[in-house]
């Protein structure tokens, strides 16, 4: 029974070191933060998609690409068309409350929202991201 109760516990206890280690230290937490990725259609869209996840504070930081080219599959049909990237910084935490707002949002039917966890960064900058996107 003890043994199982650690298993099971082993994660939590492991996030709480991780959090007591980084305040006593100041060091960063690798995947604390994420980059999110959303294609929109035009620079407009992606502007005003830009715009909401910043007024919603779901987000410190969101970069607007160029338009780009892609290649995707549609409904059994190689598809061509472009697109402009949005690159979206946030915490870790925000990524499903970010993809629910921008699917609500978002004109696509099915809008690329795809998130990466930040290994390591400039401390001050990832610092920055946490004092801008407020907590749960």
Not at 94 to 117: A, C, D, M, Q, W
Request: with cysteine; aromatic share 8%.
């Amino acid at each position: 029974e003890v043994l199982t109760l650690l298993v099971l516990m082993y994660p939590l206890l492991r996030g709480l070191a991780l959090q007591l280690h980084s305040a006593l230290t100041g060091s960063y937490i690798p995947g604390t933060h994420s980059i999110a990725f959303v294609n929109c259609l035009n620079e407009q869209i992606a502007r005003d998609i830009a715009r909401a996840i910043m007024d919603k504070k779901l987000a410190a930081y969101v970069n607007i690409l160029p338009k780009s080219s892609a290649l995707y599959f549609w409904k059994g049909e190689l598809e061509e068309s472009t697109e402009i990237l949005l690159l979206v910084k946030t915490r870790t935490s925000k990524i499903g409350e970010l993809s629910n707002y921008v699917r609500s949002i978002h004109p696509f039917e099915t809008p690329e929202i795809i998130s990466l966890p930040i290994d390591q960064g400039n401390p001050l900058y990832l610092k920055w991201i946490e004092e801008n996107v407020p907590r749960d």
